[in-house]
C-alpha cells in the first residue's frame, strides 16, 4: 500500500491549493478515503472524509464550506479543494486509507501566510 500526497505549498490568505493523494496497492474504489491535517506539537486533527463512491462527504465545521473532498477512482487519487484559506490552516495533510490497519501519506506541508 503506498499513499503519496503532492499540491502543497506557499499561498496568501484568501488563497486556493489543491492538494492529491495517488494511492496504489489496494482496492481503492472500495475504500472510503479521510484527509487530516497535523500542526506541530499538535495531533492529527481530521478534515474530510468521502466515501467509496463519491457520493458521501462530510467535513470538520472549520473548513466546511470552503474545503472540497473528491475522488476519482478511475485513477486511484483523492483531492482536497482548498478555497480562502486562512493562516489557521496552515500544516501538514495528510491522507489516510482505512484497510485492516490504517495507511498514512508522507503528508504535504500547506502555509497560508502574507
Known amino acids: 500500500v503506498q499513499l503519496v500526497e503532492s499540491g502543497g505549498g506557499l499561498v496568501q490568505p484568501g488563497g486556493s491549493l489543491r492538494l492529491s493523494c495517488a494511492a496504489s496497492?489496494?482496492?481503492?474504489?472500495?475504500?472510503?478515503m479521510t484527509w487530516y491535517r497535523q500542526v506541530p506539537g499538535k495531533a492529527r486533527a481530521w478534515v474530510a472524509t468521502?466515501?467509496?463512491?463519491?457520493?458521501?462527504?462530510s467535513y470538520r465545521d472549520s473548513v466546511r464550506g470552503r474545503f472540497t473532498i473528491s475522488r476519482d477512482n478511475a485513477e486511484n487519487r483523492v483531492y482536497l479543494q482548498m478555497n480562502n484559506l486562512k493562516p489557521e490552516d496552515t500544516a501538514v495533510y495528510l491522507c489516510?486509507?482505512?484497510?485492516?490497519?490504517?495507511?498514512w501519506g508522507q503528508g504535504v506541508a500547506v502555509n497560508v501566510s502574507a
Open positions: 489516510r486509507a482505512p484497510l485492516d490497519i490504517d495507511y
Open positions: 496497492g489496494f482496492t481503492f474504489s472500495s475504500v472510503a
Open positions: 468521502i466515501d467509496h463512491t463519491g457520493g458521501v462527504t
